[in-house]
Each structure stands twice: as C-alpha cells, then as structure tokens.
C-alpha cells in the first residue's frame, strides 16, 4: 500500500507549486512587452523603407522632370543622392529581416513563457489534488479510530450488562 503523503507534506508542497505559478505569471508580461517592441520596431522600419521608396521615387521622377533642363549641372549631385538613398533603402530592407528575426526570438520566448506556466499550472493542480486527497485520508482514519474508540466503550459495557 502507498504511503499518502501528510497534509503539512502537501501543504508545503502546494505552496511550493503556487510559488512557481507565480514566477511563471511573472515571465509573461516582460515576453509579451519584448514582442511589442519588435513589432514596433518592424512597422518603424516598414515606415523608413516606404518613405525611402517615396524618396527614391521622387528623386528619379524630379530628375526626368524638373531637374531635366539644370541636369548637366546637377548630376553628380542627383546621382550621388540616388545612390545615398538606394543604399540606406538597402541597408533598412536588409535590417528588417533581422528586425523579424528578433521578432521570432521573441514570440517563441513568449510561447516558451506560457508553455510553462501552463506546466506549472498543471502541477499545481496535481499537489491540490494530492492534498485534497491527504486530507480526506487523514480525515477518514480520523472517523474510523472514532468509531473504533466508541465500539470499545460500547462493547465493555455490553459485556458488564450480560454478566
């Protein structure tokens, strides 16, 4: 027969188990702010690179169209523009692979953070059990030393009364 546990023993162990619960909650909130910031930081490049494109865009349709007639002037300048700008858009394009990157790092720390606070969870449920059922042991060993201890007082006196 297995030996159940004492309700101090549970108790113990059900306070443990709820303290690692709570540690686990605790992890949560700084993941899910980590995500949110790489999400933000993704929609902060996305933005930088539009408005390069726009810029971009721009400076090419300026130099067919306005700058056309002082070209001969100015294009060292458009062109060392162009390629400023078609470098920093390539430098930003490549720097949001890394921002989604980090953005997946992220999400699965968060996704690891909740996976053990559902274990945790689990195992606190577990010893909740465990010392439910210590207690209804312990309170049903309780009961049958009562009814022994009556059936002794009983019987004694039965056996005066046959006497």
Wanted: proline fraction near 4%.
């Amino acid at each position: 027969m297995n030996q159940m546990p004492s309700v101090k023993e549970t108790r113990q162990l059900h306070r443990l188990r709820s303290l690692r619960v709570q540690r686990a909650r605790e992890q949560i909130p700084p993941a899910e702010a980590v995500v949110e910031q790489a999400r933000q930081a993704i929609q902060q490049r996305l933005a930088r690179i539009e408005e390069l494109r726009r810029t971009l865009a721009g400076l090419r349709d300026a130099i067919v169209t306005t700058l056309a007639p002082t070209l001969p002037r100015w294009s060292r300048f458009a062109s060392a523009q162009q390629e400023r700008l078609a470098d920093q858009l390539e430098r930003d394009e490549y720097a949001l692979t890394g921002d989604e990157h980090a953005l997946e790092a992220a999400q699965e720390k968060l996704q690891q953070a909740r996976s053990e606070l559902t274990r945790a969870l689990a195992r606190e449920d577990a010893v909740r059990g465990l010392a439910h059922e210590a207690k209804r042991c312990l309170l049903a060993q309780r009961e049958q030393r009562a009814e022994r201890d009556l059936d002794d007082q009983i019987r004694p006196q039965g056996s005066r009364l046959a006497a």
